[in-house]
């Protein structure tokens, strides 16, 4: 079993910037891919960003450039950092981890980009 505990949303001004970090407890994060997913109102949850056991990160086409994911297995965390962020950016944010049948998520972090 795996907890997942978002931090770090909020509200920012477009082109600004926001950290999210992912908090786990359990055994074996470090074999978990883990992930940043998303879902705006009245739209379907999309993945953001997900870096596996060993480091392989992609992204969504829509954030690529902008968004960097990272994990630090000794601290059992993976973040993503957020950059110019737009208003189409504006979801709550939920924490992933997956492990071939085994599946996690956390309760979500609102991000809003407005001025």
């Known amino acids: 079993q795996v907890q997942l505990v978002e931090s770090g949303g909020g509200l920012v001004q477009p082109g600004g910037s926001l950290r999210l970090s992912c908090a786990a407890s359990g055994s074996f994060f470090r074999l978990y891919t883990m992930g940043w997913y998303r879902q705006a109102p009245g739209k379907q949850r999309e993945l953001v960003a997900a870096i596996t056991s060993g480091g392989s990160t992609n992204y969504a086409d829509s954030v690529k450039g902008r968004f960097t994911i990272s994990r630090d297995n000794a601290k059992n965390t993976v973040s993503l950092e957020m950059n110019s962020l737009k208003p189409e950016d504006t979801a709550v944010y939920y924490c992933?981890?997956?492990?071939?049948?085994?599946?996690?998520w956390g309760q979500g972090t609102q991000v809003t980009v407005s001025s």
């Open positions: 992933n981890a997956h492990l071939s049948t085994l599946e996690y």
